[in-house]
């Protein structure tokens, strides 16, 4: 695409990160709308028709789409924003089906009315899901992120599709370091490998102030991205993208979209960044390289750097991909070498090919129907005794490992505990349903209470109600909203599972989801323009984000 055709665009939407990133693959571009709605309409060499592609207010967009829905022979394909909702006459005219626009997804029935975990036509040709929702059998199998098969806590999902997914075509993507894996389970699987398009290179050390737009800087903690967040918004205030794991889903987005559009010179975020976040940048700028796993404070491995490094640099956006770290804050500490080390594979694998680590076993873990019991009390016992039967009889097989089984059996714990404490009980299913929810540690004593509202505990109802209430947020606090965020994930999925009980709907769930994000958002604005975190609250100077006082003032207030 010439600059010309870039120049041509409306003012706004000539630094869209998120449209630039896909102009390599324009041909030909006519541009419709203005600041609030841009609808291209973009011919690609060697294809037939045109494809539409529109940003901004839904309501904008549908307009335009409206207003070109009579000017084109053939319609390949259409993008627009979630909140469009283009008109069935519109779309007929365009010869395209009724879709839902939610994440950017398509599907031939209208989305529902609430946002979350939808299941939007549940009986289409091809279904997109995750891993653990996959059916067991049909035509094709499209397996995404291969490597994760290796996990300790969800590698069992990827490996029950390896093992036991009935279908006729599978197809395995994902990182070339789970070739040993791939060649192991499957020693005839015709591989094919593509090649990042765009080369990273290493930048070395920027200061803050040095920093250009469209940068993204990484550190592995809450505090630590709140506190760099802070000294940014001194320098491009209100201009300053934050993202980090304990944000609702939707204040992700609405942190995602200020980057991509450009409302946002920088953002700063923790290493969500590298799991299923899309978010293409010029420069990515690591502020820390070690992070706490649960366990210890320690360096950063050379997978998990290449895998958020490979942020940086997008195809017809930047010719490179601009990798280094940031120095001039005095608690933050990167090793340059690390980075610049981690952004070439060096590690041996099949065929010739390099990679950065060794993916060679697949994780499994154990189904209801393995554990042989009838009783939901003896439901512990017999995990104990499945996983040393199962690590004995898959220490034979190469590929195959036993998953890590402390997590399911702590749900479990909480579960039994809080029915035992109220003198109740669930049938079998329903218990091994709930140890088996997408829970961290955090929501445990919730799921208890779930499992009472499930058991016909009607006690519980008033503090479900209590927690469905969005009313309470009006005055919460980041911190409260965030938490707020958790239970509305977790009350989505109980009334996904069980509609109704304790009168949890998803429609009220999802509501509170809603007013959480956007609290977490206002709030979190308000956080980032005080830039308090990170700031001694005695002398006001830069400070370890995890302290309140600088060492200096400690020193003061210890005499």
Known sequence: MTADVLAGLPTRWQADRFLLSDRSRWAELEAYGDDDGVLLVVRSAGQPGVSLLGRGDGHVVDRLVADVSDRFDVVRWMSVPRASCPATGVLDSLGLVPFSTWDWMSSDVAPPAVTGEERVNEHAPILCCTVEMAPGSGEALVLDEVQWADDEERGAAWTELLLAGDYRHVRLLGALDALPLVRRAFPDAELRVHERKLPLEFVGARQLRALTAGTVVVAFSRKAV??????????????????????????????????????????????????????????????????????????????????????????????????????????????????????????????????????????????????????????????????????????????????????????????????????????????????????????????????????????????????????????????????????????????????????????????????????????????????????????????????????????????
């Not at 939707?250 to 409302?263: N, V």
């Not at 154990?366 to 499945?386: H, S």
């Not at 029915?419 to 088996?436: I, K, M, S, Y």
């Not at 830039?531 to 060492?551: D, M, T």
């Open 226 to 559: 709140l506190a760099l967040a802070g000294e940014l918004d001194r320098l491009h205030p209100g201009r300053v993208a934050v993202l980090y794991g304990a944000m609702p889903l939707a204040s992700r987005r609405e942190e995602i979209d200020r980057f991509l559009s450009g409302a946002a010179d920088a953002c700063v975020a923790t290493d969500v960044l590298g799991h299923g976040v899309n978010l293409p940048c010029e420069t990515l700028l690591f502020a820390e390289t070690t992070k706490f796993d649960g366990v210890q404070r320690r360096d950063l491995l050379p997978w998990e750097i290449a895998q958020i490094a490979g942020r940086a640099g997008r195809f017809g956006l930047v010719e490179r991909g601009h990798v280094g770290v940031l120095v001039g804050i005095s608690w933050a500490s990167a090793d340059p070498s690390l980075v610049e080390s981690a952004l070439e594979p060096h590690v041996a694998l099949p065929d010739g090919h390099r990679g950065y680590r060794i993916v060679d076993e697949a994780r499994i873990g154990p189904r209801l129907g393995d554990l042989g019991v009838d009783d939901p009390r003896d439901l512990d016992a017999a995990l104990g005794a499945w996983h040393r039967v199962a690590t004995r009889q898959w220490a034979h097989e190469s590929w195959l490992a036993v998953e890590s089984l402390q997590p399911l059996r702590g749900r479990l714990a909480v579960v039994q505990r809080h029915l035992r404490e109220r003198g109740r009980q669930l049938q079998l299913d329903d218990t091994w349903r709930l140890a088996n929810a997408p829970v961290d540690p955090d929501g445990a004593e919730l799921l208890g209470l779930l499992a009472l509202a499930v058991s016909g505990d009607r006690a519980q109802r008033p503090l479900l109600q209590f927690l469905l209430d969005s009313s309470r947020l009006r005055d919460a606090t980041l911190e409260e909203a965030e938490e707020a965020g958790r239970v509305a994930a977790m009350l989505r999925w109980f009334a996904l599972q069980y509609p109704g009980v304790g009168g949890v709907t998803i429609e009220r769930a999802a509501e509170l989801e809603r007013v959480a994000a956007e609290r977490v958002v206002k709030r979190l604005a308000v956080e980032v323009r005080d830039g308090k975190i990170g700031r001694c609250r005695s002398c006001g100077r830069s400070c370890p984000p995890w302290f309140p006082l600088c060492e200096r003032c400690a020193r003061t207030s210890r005499r």
